[in-house]
């Protein structure tokens, strides 16, 4: 499966962004979905993630009631929608696909297949 992330960008602090991840192939009910973020000098953090068939969502604390992750079946698409941003989520997010399960679905060695990152800056 080939990714390609895209949406971000430079938002002032209290602004939103969506970010979409399109996949070359169906994804719906084959792999979990997922977004991760890493910042300069750290490691890569878990954002998001949804289930093989869209019925449950998961989220990092720092981002529970602010992002959203949904899925597009008929575009093969996966979306991040983002409100309320703060300049502690600048960093460049990566979307993820894998054949993983619920207990792992915020570890990213589950996941197979990466997008190529898209920057996310959050001006203060």
């Known amino acids: 499966v080939q990714l390609q992330a895209s949406g971000g960008g430079l938002v002032q602090a209290g602004g939103s962004l969506r970010l979409s991840c399109a996949a070359s192939?169906?994804?719906?009910?084959?792999?979990?979905m997922a977004w991760f973020r890493q910042a300069p000098g750290k490691e890569r953090d878990f954002v998001a993630a949804?289930?093989?068939?869209?019925?449950?969502?998961y989220y990092a604390e720092p981002v529970k009631g602010r992002f959203a992750i949904s899925r597009d079946n008929a575009k093969n698409t996966v979306i991040l929608q983002m409100n309320s941003l703060k300049p502690e989520d600048t960093a460049v997010y990566y979307c993820?696909?894998?054949?993983?399960?619920?207990?792992?679905?915020?570890?990213?060695?589950?996941?197979?297949?990466w997008g190529q990152g898209t920057q996310v800056t959050v001006s203060s």
């Open positions: 993820a696909a894998g054949p993983t399960i619920t207990s792992q679905a915020r570890n990213p060695s589950a996941y197979y297949y």
């Open positions: 192939e169906r994804t719906y009910n084959k792999y979990f």
């Open positions: 949804l289930s093989r068939n869209g019925g449950s969502t």
